[in-house]
């Protein structure tokens, strides 16, 4: 079965400053890969995703992700963050043909103005 | 874009009673449902998949006869968490996808359980 690992728990970063949160995921075979964020008093909401094709991937707000498929990676990164991007941010894999997808334990981040 | 619909947004009762979530994907049909459960301060958790016309399927370690869950059309989900006690309070979420396959899941905005 697959799982995924969010390392950071809480970030605090200053408004400019840059982001990455790391995600690694198990499994061996073909994997969909997903970063979702909840705004607070928010539902989940999709802010990129990753199928095939250009493991760079670029989704709303300025967010992109990076698939690294030997470090089994998919970190999400922002160059400058605002305070409105204080959110939590979870990354999500499906495995291929399944709808079935497995969150890891997000990251809060929060942004100091 | 789709849109998946939950109510209630919060429920309070008493320990014992059933409580029924409903999960609705608005401008679009799907054969598929999705049930997770967020704890405080921890992930979501999937706790079973919903099929229209067919029963759940649910995760390892999820009662089926306390979580009942009917996809009685393509647009609708319930879920029933039957004889609550306060160790079921939680957040509970569904999502739908577009389609199927392996498209993006789409959330409810989620349901507050508060089991006293």
């Known amino acids: 079965a697959q799982s995924v690992s969010q390392h950071n728990h809480h970030v605090i970063l200053s408004e400019a400053a840059s982001l990455e949160l790391g995600c690694n995921y198990s499994?061996?075979?073909?994997?969909?890969l997903f970063w979702y964020v909840q705004y607070p008093g928010q539902h989940l909401q999709l802010l990129l995703k990753?199928?095939?094709?250009?493991?760079l991937v670029k989704g709303i707000k300025g967010f992109e992700a990076e698939f690294i498929k030997s470090k089994f990676s998919f970190n999400l990164r922002k160059p400058s963050v605002q305070w409105s991007d204080t959110a939590e941010y979870f990354c999500?894999?499906?495995?291929?043909?399944?709808?079935?997808?497995?969150f890891g334990t997000g990251t809060k981040l929060q942004v100091i103005p | 874009g789709a849109v998946v619909s939950q109510h209630p947004s919060r429920v309070i009762c008493k320990s014992g009673t059933s409580v029924k979530i409903e999960c609705r994907s608005l401008d679009f049909q799907a054969t598929t449902m999705f049930w997770y459960r967020q704890f405080p301060k921890q992930s979501l958790m999937l706790m079973a998949t919903s099929n229209e016309g067919s029963k759940a399927t649910y995760e390892q370690g999820v009662e089926k006869d306390k979580f009942l869950i009917n996809h009685a059309s393509l647009t609708l989900s319930t879920l029933t968490v039957t004889s609550a006690h306060p160790e079921d309070s939680s957040f509970y979420i569904c999502s739908a996808a577009p389609g199927g396959g392996n498209q993006p899941q789409h959330f409810g905005d989620g349901t507050r359980l508060s089991i006293l």
């Open positions: 999500a894999v499906n495995t291929g043909g399944y709808q079935k997808v497995t």
């Open positions: 499994y061996g075979g073909t994997v969909n």
């Open positions: 990753y199928f095939s094709g250009d493991p």
